[in-house]
């Protein structure tokens, strides 16, 4: 859509569906499942592709559309579909396009579910994988197959906050004329723009810090006019689609993304900052601390930061459980992205079906700890985070007499 407005916070705030005969200064919810028509010949245009509009809210509606509208401004992209979850995006960027006998090219760190797509159901239907090191990009090219149809990655991973370099990928990708399909849930569209530098799909859980209220659920797939239309096609008889409340609450949430992820990207770079050579840690991972392997990477491609700091901390897996169980404040929760800082604890919860080989490839030790940093105040997230290591500092000495 055409952008009158030169920067991001405007355009998350004034990208808005027209106003109707009630000239209501917000969106409504348009909580309809279908839309009438004016007469037989606009039926048949709508249907026919030839008349833009909406039929049916499985197909579109007002504030998904508004939403769409939004997130393609931001991140800088032609067109885009709104999907009922994450999961449901990440599935429909990759089976709208893939068939069998074609191959997928993915980062190793991957989030848990994104993992079962490519490990358990795709081989169902004869589409095969290959994962690469984040660490070792010399080796990617190498892994290309003469049936592989596109590269899937995420940065920064998932837990593991490691970082690709997207314009080398995306260099590489259009070298072979593949889709590079990029999840940029964690950095989000105002952090980082995956478009920019060759990316051609853009893939979002909406549930997180585009809500970032914890109180819905939903996803996104951006890219161009000619691959969104794939997407829409297969979205448009498979149903993944996002309810139009939900819709409408990841519009107005858009509208404070900016403001939210300044702080979260505050506290979190000070939260880093102050753990990273704890006593009681064995390594703390930010990529805006100059100790991350890929901090001059992190600098180049990323605003800031981001939300998410790991760490891992002494005494392993008894030690990491203990650690959660003594929280007072931060929520123990799988999800992240929300106001309220959380922690969870990967290996046993959102990556406990990938083997432990498979953990130990990405960076998921048995007492790492993932933490969505929020928007509380910083100190009381430290003094919880000091007081659960102090209360568990025992199993670690258990451990070592």
């Known amino acids: 859509m055409a952008n009158p407005y030169k920067h991001f916070e405007t355009q998350a705030i004034r990208t808005q569906s027209r106003q109707s005969e009630h000239r209501e200064h917000s969106a409504p919810i348009y909580m309809t499942s279908s839309f009438t028509f004016e007469d037989a010949e606009q039926a048949r245009a709508l249907f026919n592709d030839e008349q833009e509009g909406n039929i049916y809210t499985r197909f579109s509606n007002p504030n998904n559309n508004e939403l769409v509208d939004k997130l393609c401004l931001l991140e800088g ?9 994450g999961m449901a995006a990440m599935f429909s960027s990759m089976a709208a ?16 579910s994104t993992h079962q797509i490519l490990t358990k159901i795709f081989p169902k239907w004869g589409i095969t994988h290959t994962y690469a090191d984040i ?10 197959q003469k049936n592989t149809k596109m590269i899937f990655v995420e940065t920064p991973s998932n837990p593991g906050l490691d970082l690709v370099d997207l314009e080398w990928l995306g260099q ?45 659920i939903g996803g996104a797939v951006l890219g161009s006019k000619e691959l969104i239309n794939e997407v829409r096609f297969f979205g448009r008889h498979t149903g993944p689609a996002l309810s139009p409340f939900n819709g409408w609450i990841l519009s107005k949430s858009l509208e404070t993304l900016a403001v939210r992820m300044d702080k979260h990207c505050d506290n979190a770079l000070k939260i880093a900052e102050y753990l990273e050579g704890h006593p009681e840690l064995e390594f703390v991972k930010y990529p805006f601390l100059p100790s991350h ?19 891992n901390v002494k005494g392993g897996l008894e030690r ?14 799988a999800n992240l992205g929300d106001t309220r800082t959380s922690a969870t604890h990967p290996a046993s919860t959102t990556h406990s079906k990938l083997s432990e080989a498979e953990r130990q490839a990405v960076g998921i030790y048995p007492g790492l700890v993932r933490i969505s940093v929020g928007l509380e105040n910083v100190n009381d997230i430290l003094e919880d985070i000091e007081g659960a290591l102090r209360a568990s500092k025992g199993v670690r000495q258990v451990a070592a007499s």
């Not at 992209?77 to 979850?85: F, R």
């Not at 478009?195 to 979002?204: P, R």
Request: aromatic fraction near 8%; proline fraction near 4%; glycine fraction near 8%.
């Open 77 to 85: 992209t032609e067109a885009g579909i709104a999907t009922a979850s």
């Open 97 to 112: 396009f893939l068939q069998a006998g074609d191959h997928v090219l993915a980062s190793r760190s991957l989030f848990g």
């Open 135 to 144: 660490d070792r990009p010399e080796s990617w090219e190498a892994l290309i």
């Open 172 to 216: 590489l990708a259009a070298a072979h004329n593949l889709l590079l399909n990029v999840d940029n849930c964690f950095a989000t569209p105002y952090l980082q723009q995956p478009a920019k530098w060759g990316a051609q799909l853009v893939t979002h859980s909406a549930t997180k810090f585009i809500d970032g209220q914890g109180r819905t």
């Open 293 to 311: 392997p890929q901090h001059d990477l992190a600098r180049k491609q990323m605003r800031q930061g981001g939300a998410l700091i790991t760490f």
């Open 320 to 333: 990491g459980r203990l650690f959660l169980d003594q929280l007072k404040m931060i929520s123990f929760t």
